[in-house]
């Protein structure tokens, strides 16, 4: 007999944090609780372990968390430089959805813009995103990542526009159940961005204006 849930999620929908719980009524299996919150892309857990969408819900729910989007890629987005990142909630909420799977490392790296090059003063540095392929690229890169064993969350956020110096150009966050599973992960991840995603940097010198490569080369631009 199905009977109410106090169940809690944790997560993010349509750029809105989810750490709440919500009583729900009349479900008696994970799909039924999945229907009645609205979170047809989630996963749900009980006491640490998967539920199939047909599998009964412990009795009252005990130990029940939901998990929207499911484990893998929390987050993959190219944004300007007008929208900040929360940093502390961010990396709480993927601590949070870890210890759900045996999670005990959290690796965050966060990439700014340098101040001097050599002997040079960099006074801006200009990233254009070929869109919509570089968001499709570090989704896809993401979920690579997100796939290697012992990796639960992967969020990846790189910024396009003017930028200056101090200001952050990329954030990679990824949790995983080891340190090293998660240091691994992690640095696999930005190599590959900086490689492959289509977004490109000028940076803006006391000396001139230089391109620059994936590996850090750089390449005097042309005047006009």
Not at 41 to 63: F, I, M
Not at 103 to 111: D, Y
Request: proline residues 5%.
């Amino acid at each position: 007999m199905a009977k109410e849930c106090i169940v809690h999620i944790i997560g993010v929908k349509d750029g809105t944090v989810l750490d709440e719980q919500r009583i729900v009524e009349g479900a008696s299996t994970a799909g039924e609780l999945l229907e009645r919150l609205g979170l047809g892309d989630a996963t749900v857990y009980a006491s640490g372990k998967r539920l199939e969408p047909g599998d009964t819900l412990p009795g009252g729910c005990q130990g029940v968390t939901v998990l929207a989007p499911p484990p893998g890629v929390l987050l993959a987005k190219v944004t300007g430089p007008g929208e900040k990142v929360d940093l502390d909630q961010l990396s709480r909420l993927m601590a949070r959805r870890a210890t759900v799977l045996g999670g005990g490392a959290l690796v965050a790296f966060m990439g700014f813009v340098k101040g001097r090059v050599g002997g040079a003063q960099v006074t801006r540095l200009e990233y254009e995103a070929l869109e919509p392929l570089a968001t499709q690229k570090l989704r896809e890169l993401a979920e690579k990542y997100a796939r290697i064993p012992g990796v639960i969350d992967v969020a990846a956020i790189h910024y396009h526009g003017g930028l200056e110096p101090g200001d952050p150009t990329i954030y990679i966050l990824v949790t995983a159940v080891t340190r090293n599973i998660a240091f691994h992960a992690a640095a696999l991840l930005l190599e590959e961005i900086k490689h492959s995603v289509p977004i490109y940097k000028l940076e803006r010198r006391s000396d001139g204006d230089y391109w620059i490569l994936g590996d850090g080369t750089r390449i005097p631009r042309r005047a006009k």
